[in-house]
């Protein structure tokens, strides 16, 4: 009798087993951006100091977001960042200046040079997210200052259309407005030299 | 024994007679020798028979007897004794019409103490020996003796007070400089004129002294005069202390006149200043009209031009000057002020006078006004002063009584005590007694918080007092210590502050991840045993191509 038991419960237990969920991870930056030399030396190169970032609550979450509509957002449960949302976003930007503009963005202090002009940069994001309508947008504002002049404190509205579904596209589309937003701010940079 | 007597007839004058005779002789020669040695009969009137007795009482000059009284019989008017003496015959050739007699008895007054040898010896009849053209054998006594000594060399001078708060009495003393140099004898009153004129003697050298340009002014007792100008006190020597007197001189600027006969004529003023100014002649009168309170203004206050005198006031709310009626609306009150050409270093003549009067014309129609001024606090007294203003309203010359009118503003006493009055008041509209009893609550509750402090320091000092200080120091030794190794421990290998924002990140991460879980759990609590895997996946949707 106890046997049937037994294996009533084994049988009960293994239909109410649920199977695990295939979860997506997402990286902003891109790894394999990189230069050819193995290793570069770029004190000289003009620095940035992105001396502050904020960014929306939504996109501190691990779980990628979409509109759904004018007022409702989604977390996609099974599409995820690999790493906290700052971070990836700051070494996207690293990368960006690095690879197309030769500069340097300095997050901490201790990597200064003071042998070289620095450029006090502070980003807030509103909203970096696709749409409903099939967009992705990148909003907010961020803040130039330099040594000797009046700080630029520019509004930036930038958007891509989005030509496939998913988020892995949403998310290269990402890293082209990131570039986008890199480009700004080094055009102002070298306009205020 | 029959002898019979031869009887003659006694024929002749006994020679027993001789003696009586000749004693008769002698006795007729000694009568007809004092007959013919004796001095006259003189009868004296006096007042009193006070000390002077019959046989006894002589008469001296110069404390030689010269006489006695033979007999005193009341007067038949009964206002009086006459006394009859026999002088001497050798003091028969001094009775004339310039004889006095007085009679010497102790006699103690504040100026004089005299007679006191007349205590033991008794009184007697002193008499002048003056030389006269007229024999006369009735006199009258002098009530006192005569202050000056008869023949005493000087110069007699008439003096008369200006103010009826001066009297002297005779043997009050004339000084000068200190000196005592004279006094005064008789005293009359003239009735009809209302005056008291004194008769006084200067005693040689010092009626050199006196011109027909000296002044003569009071220093009786000790003088306290609290004026405009300050506390004046004056004295003269310690006689004119304790008695009235008198001193002279020729005030300074005055020059020295001529040289005056016997019996002088002068007037006595109540002090120097008086005396000083009566030798300006020459005075402009003027008029000033006082709108405020002339109360502390007094006559003879200076009049002051740039901080001089110039002049004094004269008469205060004249009767002479018609302005009507003090109960008057705006009824000024007319102050006579005399301002002399002397004073403001002028000529004391007309022509200095006629300067004075063009001058202060000038200035009246420009730019001069009178003032009260406060010349002493602690008296009030008030003077008047001269000055130019500035921006003064117009004004023309005008006359009053042929003195002209010096236009007054109002004195800065006035306006201040204006501005008291209105301070003042404000003050007794505070509601004081609210006031005070508020402070009072408050000074009660600043005592209660003061006993409260008093007592929490009590309680302070005692727990001090208690507190185990070397225990307490071993304490916190002991946690400095303790401190000291945690921060050891944290600079070699515990964690640091990167390590531990990394970790409150994490934190953070994690519960950033677990959220959405919660939340599902939320909505359904059987979501991790029951999950549902046929859950869409929505994806960001590629935007379509006719849009």
Same mark, same amino acid.
């Given at each position: 009798?106890?046997?049937?038991?037994?294996?009533?419960?084994?049988?009960?237990?293994?239909?109410?087993?649920?199977?695990?969920?295939?979860?997506?991870?997402?990286?902003?930056?891109?790894?394999?951006?990189?230069?050819?030399?193995?290793?570069?030396?770029?004190?000289?190169?003009?620095?940035?100091? =992105?001396? &502050?970032?904020?960014?929306?609550?939504?996109?501190? +979450?691990? *779980?990628?977001? !979409?509109? %759904?509509?004018?007022?409702?957002?989604?977390?996609?449960?099974?599409?995820?960042?690999?790493?906290?949302?700052?971070?990836?976003?700051?070494?996207?930007?690293?990368?960006?200046?690095?690879?197309?503009?030769?500069?340097?963005?300095?997050?901490?202090?201790?990597?200064?040079?003071?042998?070289?002009?620095?450029?006090?940069?502070?980003?807030?994001?509103?909203?970096?997210?696709?749409?409903?309508?099939?967009?992705?947008?990148?909003?907010?504002?961020?803040? =130039?200052? &330099?040594?000797?002049?009046?700080?630029?404190?520019? +509004?930036? *509205?930038?958007? !891509?259309? %989005?030509?496939?579904?998913?988020?892995?596209?949403?998310?290269?589309?990402?890293?082209?407005?990131?570039?986008?937003?890199?480009?700004?701010?080094?055009?102002?940079?070298?306009?205020?030299? | 024994?029959?002898?019979?007597?031869?009887?003659?007839?006694?024929?002749?004058?006994?020679?027993?007679?001789?003696?009586?005779?000749?004693?008769?002789?002698?006795?007729?020669?000694?009568?007809?020798?004092?007959?013919?040695?004796?001095?006259?009969?003189?009868?004296?009137?006096?007042?009193?028979?006070?000390?002077?007795?019959?046989?006894?009482?002589?008469?001296?000059?110069?404390?030689?007897?010269?006489?006695?009284?033979?007999?005193?019989?009341?007067?038949?008017?009964?206002?009086?004794?006459?006394?009859?003496?026999?002088?001497?015959?050798?003091?028969?050739?001094?009775?004339?019409?310039?004889?006095?007699?007085?009679?010497?008895?102790?006699?103690?007054?504040?100026?004089?103490?005299?007679?006191?040898?007349?205590?033991?010896?008794?009184?007697?009849?002193?008499?002048?020996?003056?030389?006269?053209?007229?024999?006369?054998?009735?006199?009258?006594?002098?009530?006192?003796?005569?202050?000056?000594?008869?023949?005493?060399?000087?110069?007699?001078?008439?003096?008369?007070?200006?103010?009826?708060?001066?009297?002297?009495?005779?043997?009050?003393?004339?000084?000068?400089?200190?000196?005592?140099?004279?006094?005064?004898?008789?005293?009359?009153?003239?009735?009809?004129?209302?005056?008291?004129?004194?008769?006084?003697?200067?005693?040689?050298?010092?009626?050199?002294?006196?011109?027909?340009?000296?002044?003569?002014?009071?220093?009786?007792?000790?003088?306290?005069?609290?004026?405009?100008?300050?506390?004046?006190?004056?004295?003269?020597?310690?006689?004119?202390?304790?008695?009235?007197?008198?001193?002279?001189?020729?005030?300074?600027?005055?020059?020295?006149?001529?040289?005056?006969?016997?019996?002088?004529?002068?007037?006595?003023?109540?002090?120097?200043?008086?005396?000083?100014?009566?030798?300006?002649?020459?005075?402009?009168?003027?008029?000033?009209?006082?709108?405020?309170?002339?109360?502390?203004?007094?006559?003879?206050?200076?009049?002051?031009?740039?901080?001089?005198?110039?002049?004094?006031?004269?008469?205060?709310?004249?009767?002479?000057?018609?302005?009507?009626?003090?109960?008057?609306?705006?009824?000024?009150?007319?102050?006579?002020?005399?301002?002399?050409?002397?004073?403001?270093?002028?000529?004391?003549?007309?022509?200095?006078?006629?300067?004075?009067?063009?001058?202060?014309?000038?200035?009246?129609?420009?730019?001069?006004?009178?003032?009260?001024?406060?010349?002493?606090?602690?008296?009030?007294?008030?003077?008047?002063?001269?000055?130019?203003?500035?921006?003064?309203?117009?004004?023309?010359?005008?006359?009053?009584?042929?003195?002209?009118?010096?236009?007054?503003?109002?004195?800065?006493?006035?306006?201040?005590?204006?501005?008291?009055?209105?301070?003042?008041?404000?003050?007794?509209?505070?509601?004081?007694?609210?006031?005070?009893?508020?402070?009072?609550?408050?000074?009660?509750?600043?005592?209660?918080?003061?006993?409260?402090?008093?007592?929490?320091?009590?309680?302070?000092?005692?727990?001090?007092?208690?507190?185990?200080?070397?225990?307490?120091?071993?304490?916190?030794?002991?946690?400095?210590?303790?401190?000291?190794?945690?921060?050891?421990?944290?600079?070699?290998?515990?964690?640091?502050?990167?390590?531990?924002?990394?970790?409150?990140?994490?934190?953070?991460?994690?519960?950033?991840?677990?959220?959405?879980?919660?939340?599902?759990?939320?909505?359904?609590?059987?979501?991790?045993?029951?999950?549902?895997?046929?859950?869409?996946?929505?994806?960001?949707?590629?935007?379509?191509?006719?849009?």
């Amino acid at each position: 009798m106890n046997k049937w038991i037994a294996g009533i419960a084994v049988l009960w237990l293994a239909g109410c087993s649920s199977k695990p969920i295939g979860l997506n991870y997402y990286l902003l930056h891109e790894p394999t951006l990189t230069t050819d030399a193995p290793s570069t030396d770029i004190s000289d190169q003009p620095t940035l100091f =992105l001396r &502050s970032l904020s960014t929306p609550d939504y996109l501190r +979450q691990r *779980n990628l977001s !979409l509109q %759904l509509s004018d007022s409702e957002i989604h977390f996609a449960p099974k599409h995820v960042w690999a790493e906290p949302f700052d971070r990836d976003f700051k070494m996207a930007i690293s990368e960006s200046l690095s690879v197309n503009h030769k500069m340097r963005l300095r997050v901490q202090s201790r990597w200064t040079n003071p042998a070289q002009p620095e450029y006090i940069l502070d980003i807030q994001l509103d909203d970096f997210i696709p749409t409903y309508h099939g967009k992705l947008i990148l909003k907010g504002k961020f803040r =130039l200052e &330099s040594d000797g002049s009046l700080p630029q404190i520019v +509004q930036f *509205n930038y958007w !891509l259309p %989005l030509n496939k579904d998913g988020f892995a596209f949403s998310v290269s589309q990402m890293r082209l407005l990131v570039d986008e937003l890199t480009n700004d701010v080094v055009t102002r940079v070298e306009a205020s030299r | 024994m029959t002898d019979n007597a031869a009887v003659k007839p006694t024929t002749r004058i006994s020679k027993v007679w001789v003696l009586p005779i000749i004693a008769l002789l002698i006795g007729a020669w000694m009568v007809y020798y004092q007959w013919q040695n004796q001095g006259p009969l003189i009868t004296i009137d006096m007042s009193s028979a006070s000390g002077i007795e019959v046989n006894k009482t002589p008469i001296k000059i110069r404390d030689l007897d010269v006489g006695q009284v033979k007999k005193i019989e009341l007067k038949p008017e009964l206002d009086g004794v006459t006394v009859t003496a026999r002088l001497e015959k050798s003091a028969a050739r001094l009775l004339n019409e310039n004889t006095r007699f007085w009679v010497v008895a102790p006699r103690v007054s504040f100026s004089e103490v005299s007679g006191l040898n007349t205590l033991l010896s008794g009184s007697f009849i002193a008499m002048t020996a003056e030389t006269g053209q007229t024999e006369k054998d009735h006199f009258t006594a002098l009530e006192r003796p005569p202050v000056t000594p008869p023949g005493t060399p000087g110069l007699h001078v008439e003096l008369r007070s200006d103010s009826d708060d001066l009297t002297y009495k005779p043997g009050d003393t004339i000084i000068y400089k200190g000196f005592k140099v004279g006094e005064f004898e008789e005293v009359h009153f003239d009735v009809e004129q209302g005056r008291i004129t004194y008769r006084a003697f200067i005693h040689a050298p010092y009626h050199n002294l006196i011109d027909e340009n000296t002044r003569f002014w009071n220093v009786s007792g000790v003088k306290l005069q609290l004026a405009s100008n300050g506390l004046t006190i004056q004295t003269g020597s310690l006689e004119t202390l304790l008695a009235n007197g008198v001193t002279f001189g020729n005030p300074q600027g005055d020059t020295k006149g001529k040289p005056i006969d016997n019996n002088a004529k002068f007037v006595i003023y109540g002090d120097y200043n008086a005396a000083a100014d009566e030798r300006f002649r020459y005075a402009a009168q003027y008029v000033l009209l006082i709108d405020e309170s002339v109360r502390g203004l007094t006559v003879g206050a200076p009049v002051e031009y740039r901080g001089l005198q110039i002049g004094k006031v004269a008469t205060i709310n004249s009767s002479n000057v018609d302005l009507g009626s003090l109960l008057d609306d705006e009824y000024p009150i007319p102050v006579l002020i005399n301002i002399y050409p002397g004073k403001a270093r002028l000529e004391d003549s007309e022509e200095g006078l006629a300067i004075l009067r063009e001058r202060l014309g000038r200035w009246i129609r420009k730019d001069l006004r009178a003032t009260l001024r406060m010349g002493n606090v602690i008296t009030g007294g008030l003077f008047v002063d001269l000055q130019h203003v500035d921006q003064p309203e117009p004004a023309s010359l005008l006359t009053l009584n042929n003195a002209n009118v010096i236009p007054t503003v109002s004195s800065e006493f006035t306006q201040l005590t204006q501005k008291a009055d209105a301070i003042l008041d404000k003050i007794n509209a505070l509601p004081l007694e609210t006031l005070i009893a508020d402070i009072t609550t408050v000074i009660d509750t600043l005592n209660a918080a003061a006993e409260s402090v008093n007592e929490t320091s009590d309680n302070f000092d005692e727990t001090m007092a208690a507190l185990d200080t070397a225990s307490l120091n071993t304490q916190i030794q002991q946690s400095l210590q303790a401190f000291e190794g945690l921060l050891q421990h944290y600079s070699e290998g515990g964690l640091s502050k990167a390590e531990i924002a990394d970790t409150v990140d994490s934190l953070q991460e994690t519960l950033r991840t677990i959220q959405p879980l919660l939340m599902q759990l939320n909505k359904t609590p059987n979501g991790l045993i029951f999950s549902d895997n046929a859950e869409i996946d929505i994806q960001p949707q590629a935007q379509e191509q006719d849009q």
